[in-house]
């Protein structure tokens, strides 16, 4: 027969380590809930940051006068770099449902992805010719390609830089790869069915859903341009 002082310790053990088990249990419940709901709550934040910066700055340069314009018409002014980790367009993926519309900002680093879509360092402007890449979170931070895997052929991808709107069309379902694959993102894109120069755009996004082991690709080609002043493109009024 175990003794008083077995019998206490025994019950000291258990309670210990049930307290332990809720604490851990706690923590995991605070960790996953600042996953899915807080890093969703900065990044839609900073989404709106950005968009209405955007618009902001878009507004200002409608109205601003011309002085210093180049004499010659013909002759455009060269554009002005992109700033790392700054917005400098918006992307728009009716598949994706109507409210949906992130800020596309330069570089895909950590901390720039969790503002919205970054652009590949690199990598062609929209509507140049080459090859517009762009990386997005599948989870955490907004999950902005959280419906990747439902982008399908004849999908528009809208891109707003402030003076046009580009619309790009998807040209085969998503496509699964490595996260070395890096020659997704060339100038003429590998796998991508496209055989020469053309302007392109490629998306990518991690696979699978909570993971990153591998990546999902998405290519687009220019379909059309709009002047902004035109209005929006059929694919937003339709």
Known sequence: MPSPLSVRSLRLVVRTFSELCITVGTLIVLFVAYVLLWTGVKAADAAD?????????????????????????????SPSPYRDGKPFATMRIPR??????????????????QKGLGHYSGTARPGESGNFAVAGHRRTYGDPFKDFPKLRPGDAVIVNDGTTWFTYRIVKEPYRTVPTDTAV???????????????????????????????????????ATRPVSEGKPPDLTG
Request: glycine share 10%; with cysteine; net charge negative.
């Open 49 to 77: 940051d950005g968009i209405a910066t955007l618009n902001s700055r878009w507004a200002r340069q409608s109205v601003a006068p011309s002085a210093g314009a180049p004499s010659d018409p013909s002759v455009s002014p």
């Open 96 to 113: 994706f449902g109507s409210g949906w519309e992130w800020p596309v900002l330069e570089n895909t680093e950590a901390r720039t992805l």
């Open 185 to 223: 993102v060339d100038p003429v894109p590998r796998r991508s069915g496209f055989e020469g120069p053309g302007r392109y755009l490629t998306l990518t996004t991690c696979e699978p859903e909570w993971g990153s082991s591998h990546r999902l690709i998405a290519w687009a080609h220019l379909d």
